[in-house]
């Protein structure tokens, strides 16, 4: 889902500078914490 999303960003225009590269990087990280808690409260 955030990959899918980084692509789409990137072809709209954003630039992986050190800001659209860092905004990539933070979608990724929220991401794969949500699914952690996420599963952590299945178990």
Do not use: C, K, N, Y
């Amino acid at each position: 889902m955030i990959g899918a999303g980084s692509v789409i960003a990137v072809l709209g225009g954003l630039t992986l500078d050190i800001h659209g590269f860092g905004a990539i990087v933070l979608g990724q990280t929220v991401w794969l914490v949500w699914v952690g808690i996420a599963l952590r409260r299945e178990s």
